[in-house]
């Protein structure tokens, strides 16, 4: 069975600080994608990074990062220079490559604070 | 449209009752996505459809729940005789065709409230 486990219900961060999310997860699948997306009150989840499972290189969108372990089945989500506007539910995701299911992850929430 | 709009925001029905939930993709989206999110907990997946055809319909926990999408457009999701377990946000979500590799557009979801 195809897993997502995120091991931090909740976080928090001062505002411009680094922050780590965590993620991992377990497949028998060899190439497959990973997603972090961001739910922010008003519910709508937003993509914020994705990763080739394939590709060595870690991720990078401006201030996201991903800390991308093969071997070791993580897939953890850092976030540079945290603002007010990160604060958000943030739900790790991989789809099951033969069925196009998103299985998603219970979650971390993370409150940045001024 | 330019997003992913689902209506309505907000159900409140009582047990026993039938609702529909309506999800209107991007145009052009050919792939479609129910998910149910319950307080506290990530997204389930419910059913996706490719066109007009349910892809996969393995997620809908039982037969008083089904849902259509007859024009390859429009999806509707139904369901019968309500019970207060119903309870959740349900997301729609679209994407330009099937793969793994495809980003999720999602809307904001309709809250339905089962007393």
């Known amino acids: 069975a195809q897993t997502v486990t995120q091991s931090q219900p909740e976080m928090s961060v001062q505002e411009a600080e680094t922050v780590t999310l965590s993620c991992t997860y377990d497949t028998s699948e060899s190439n497959y994608y990973l997603f972090w997306y961001k739910q922010p009150p008003s519910r709508q989840m937003i993509l914020v990074i994705r990763?080739?499972?394939?590709?060595?290189q870690n991720a990078t969108e401006n201030r996201f990062s991903v800390n991308f372990q093969k071997a070791a089945k993580s897939f953890s989500l850092k976030i540079s220079d945290s603002q007010l506007g990160d604060t958000a539910m943030y739900f790790c995701?991989?789809?099951?490559?033969?069925?196009?299911?998103?299985?998603f992850g219970t979650g971390t929430r993370l409150q940045v604070f001024p | 449209g330019a997003g992913v709009s689902q209506t309505p925001s907000n159900k409140v029905t009582e047990k026993g009752k039938y609702v529909e939930l309506r999800c209107d993709p991007i145009s052009g989206h050919t792939a479609l996505y129910w998910y149910r999110q319950s307080l506290g907990q990530g997204p389930e997946f419910l059913i996706y459809?490719?066109?007009?055809?349910?892809?996969?319909d393995s997620g809908l926990p039982n037969d008083r729940f089904f849902a259509v999408r007859p024009e390859g457009s429009v999806s509707t999701l139904k369901i019968q005789r309500t019970e207060r377990g119903d309870s959740a946000v349900y997301l729609c979500?679209?994407?330009?065709?099937?793969?793994?590799?495809?980003?999720?557009?999602f809307g904001a979801g309709s809250r339905l409230t089962v007393l």
């Open positions: 990763q080739e499972a394939y590709k060595q």
């Open positions: 995701a991989f789809p099951r490559w033969d069925t196009d299911k998103l299985i």
């Open positions: 979500a679209s994407s330009p065709r099937l793969g793994g590799a495809n980003v999720l557009t």
């Open positions: 459809f490719q066109g007009t055809g349910a892809a996969d």
